[in-house]
């Protein structure tokens, strides 16, 4: 949610900060804003837009600012309207001290209340905006002096980018359950809130911890605690869009690499095993677990889902899914074996944080499947598994699902072999898990097919999506990949519940998707579809190749190959992504940054 971009070097030109900001532009894009620190004026000058980088680039060519230190903003709203007020960075009465901000102050209201007793003014509705006036209350001619005294009054969560005109040659940069990083090209600095935007600069970089300050010039930095730079695992070509229109479509088409990048070197056919490094040093306290609870949110939650069919199938651990959102509100009920496993993509979802948290107060074992390496579920957890599925841009998860498909299903065979699976049946699901990349290419191929269907079918107005049993939450993810990106109403629903009330909507202009795989529901479901049309309701059905009496009820079909029944819905999924991208292409719609929503909701 929102991105942060901040330099000091011998750079003047705002552009390169602008090249680093459009990376993070899919983290939130409501509006943005920079300010830049003319050495000659001794000014700090500003510059904000609503909508898309592109506007601030335009407002940037038409204007002669220049100037280092500068740092930048493209944000998502939470607190205050969108607007250019709102935009970041914001600053103090004087246009002295400007931040800016990602996070949420959770006692603004009362800051503000008593900041304006004192005196200072206000412009903006946001949360930030006090920060700038409670840094300029503490200044004194140092600026991370006065940045540290004024966090001490702030409750919430912040990665914080902040110049001032009067210490000028320095950027103070903070972190609090906030991503933040300082890329360091020898005496040029980039300070960023995702690897993204560095990674064309510099692989060097340093993490910035909790509760860090950092003081950066042009000369060194300082940090609280010495750091060793890490070099990261991102390559520029993984955050271009080689030659795809979209993110989302690159993305879904790199699926076959993705997905065998997740299970490299962690199957061991002969043993019929999965080889989880992560897990390694809590293997024992694993054999002994009972109860396994997964948190996560929006298509991370439909993994889960997917995980608990798998896990108590094969593994034999009763599994219970819930979203972040709803589990840091309950009163779970937990044991010394129970483990909870968050699965996120970015690895910093608020909500999923904030279960994990609680989790660890109640001491239980936490685990994680998490796709951004070094991220705060990963640092969080005891132990867990990366997806290596590369950097997901497009705001709509979709190489990143199927990612953590595959890593539930590795994960099960471990789980499953320290229980009751045999041999043979642990050979069988590696053996299966090995052909998935190839199947899936198989299934691309089907990507003209499932673009025709949705020419056919761009005026609808609603969508419904079945499935049963591995193919509920495929159901359900559907239906959420169509409305994120055309905005079309679509309702998930397990098969066998139609006739309890959804049945109701069906008639010759209500489309569902069913999903009739060949597989031990199939039979249950063709008779769920048969029902639909009776009431003449069309029917795309995604179906197992061979398949050919279905073509008796339904409109149309797209084909996919038959794998185990457990892992049917890395398969299954992909048409459906591929039908909500062509749908939002077909409307028009910024398929890779879809209206209202953010690639990483860091906020409640
Ligand atoms: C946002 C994204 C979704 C994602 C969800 C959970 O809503 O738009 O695509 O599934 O967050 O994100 P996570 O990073 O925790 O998997």
Known sequence: MCGIVGYIGKETNPQIGLEALKRLEYRGYDSAGMAVFNFEKK??????????????????????????????????????????????PHSDCKGNIWVVHNGIIENYQELKE???????????????????HLIEKYFKGNLEEAVRKALKEVKGTYALVIISREDPYKIVAASLSSPLLIGINGKEYLIASDPAAIVSYTKKIINLEDNEIATITPEKFFIFKEKVPQEIELEVEDIQKEGYSHFMLKEIMEQPRSL???????????????????????????????????????????????????????????????FGSEFRYRKPILDENTALLAISQSGETADTIAALREAKRKGILTLGIVNVVGSTVSRETDAGVYNHAGPEIGVASTKAFTSQLEVLALLTLFLGRQ????????????????????????VLQTRSEVKKIAEKYKDAKNFLFIGRKYNYPIALEGALKLK?????????????EMKHGPLALIDKNFPTIAILTSDS??????????????????????????????KNITEDVIYIPKTLEMLTPILSVIPLQLFSYYMGVLKGYDVDKPRNLAKSVTVE
């Open 260 to 322: 065998k990048h997740s299970q490299q070197g962690r199957i061991l056919l002969e043993e019929g095993l999965a080889k989880l490094g992560g897990l390694e040093d809590v293997k024992d306290k694993l054999k002994e677990i009972k109860r396994l609870i997964i948190v996560a949110c929006g298509t991370a939650y439909h993994a889960g889902l997917v995980g608990e069919y798998m896990l108590e199938e094969y593994a034999g651990i009763p599994v219970e899914v819930d």
């Open 114 to 132: 008593e900041l304006i007793k004192e005196g200072h003014r206000f412009v903006s509705e946001t949360d930030t905006e006090v920060l700038s």
């Open 484 to 496: 994120e990106i055309s905005y079309i109403h679509a309702e998930g629903y397990g098969a066998g």
């Open 419 to 442: 229980r009751e699976m045999s041999l043979v049946m642990g050979q069988r699901i590696a053996k299966e898990i090995l052909k998935i990349p190839e199947l899936v290419e198989k």
């Open 43 to 88: 000014q700090i000058y500003c510059l904000k837009c609503v909508g898309r980088i592109s506007n601030l680039e335009d407002k940037l060519s038409n204007s002669a600012i220049f100037g280092t230190p500068f740092i930048m903003h493209t944000r998502w709203a939470t607190t205050g309207r969108v607007n250019e007020v709102n935009a970041h």
């Open 521 to 550: 529901v199939y039979k249950k479901t063709l008779s769920n579809a048969e029902e639909i049309k009776t009431r003449e309701g069309p029917i795309i059905a995604i179906a197992t190749e061979g398949n050919d009496e279905i």
